[in-house]
């Protein structure tokens, strides 16, 4: 009802009054309360416009439609944050205070397992941000901006994600390149840039690089002339 100092009850319904209502829903939609213009009109408010029903359905319908689409950017974040969480324990994990992954000519094996498994649960979270990010469609109005920041966070998220993969597959197969199992050897040659060839340059020396079971050991040096 109206007020003495000239304003309007906030009562919605049938005890406003269905004419009473209508002009209620005009007054909120006027001053850009849309979700109060639209819940007013569905309590039964009459004498509304028929173009501004259909527009309050819309908008209405944009801003429930914004709300999911915030929640899932939302929930992308929190597979984000997991995700560099993830990333932390793998970088403690390669440190490890004072003893790095590499000491001492020797790659410490035991502790790749954990770094692995940090890495390919970061890599996880990526791939659940980017599911939930890539399942949100944008509309129009674009309420929030919520496509812009979809898009600039997949542009983020993807790369590191594919990124995060590869770091995965590399690190279980690190083992045994490294001679977990068994020594294995690799041949390595020391090229001179300045006198190209077709392998790229001309060879100075050539070694063998042995692994055992992390420890890394240089034999049988020779150089390319002899």
């Known amino acids: 009802a109206g007020g003495g100092d000239g304003t309007w009850s906030n009562a919605v319904g049938p005890a406003a009054g269905p004419e009473l209502g209508g002009m209620q829903v005009e007054l909120a ?79 410490d094996l035991a502790r790749l397992p954990a770094v692995r498994e940090h890495v390919a649960a970061a890599a996880s979270s990526l791939r659940a941000a980017e599911n939930e990010l890539t399942a949100v469609h944008a509309a129009w109005p674009d309420v929030a901006g919520i496509a812009g920041t979809r898009d600039s966070t997949l542009e983020e998220v993807r790369p590191a994600r594919r990124t995060l993969e590869r770091a995965d597959v590399v690190l279980g197969r690190l083992p045994a390149a490294l001679g977990a199992d068994r020594p294995t050897r690799y041949l390595l040659a020391i090229s001179n840039e300045s006198e190209l060839r077709a392998s790229g340059g001309a060879p100075l020396s050539v070694a063998v690089l042995t692994f055992d079971n992390g420890a890394i050991r240089v034999t049988d040096s020779v150089q390319a002339e002899d």
């Not at 639209?38 to 359905?57: C, D, F, K, Q």
């Not at 914004?66 to 974040?77: E, S």
């Open 29 to 107: 939609a006027r001053a850009g309360r849309v979700a109060e213009a639209a819940e007013r009109l569905a309590a039964g408010a009459t004498g509304v416009s028929p173009i501004l029903a259909a527009e309050l359905a819309l908008a209405s319908g944009n801003v429930d439609g914004a709300v999911r689409r915030l929640a899932q950017v939302l929930a992308a974040a929190g597979h984000v944050v997991a995700g560099s969480g993830e990333l932390v324990s793998a970088y403690e994990g390669v440190t490890e205070g004072n003893r790095p992954l590499v000491s001492d000519g020797r790659v």
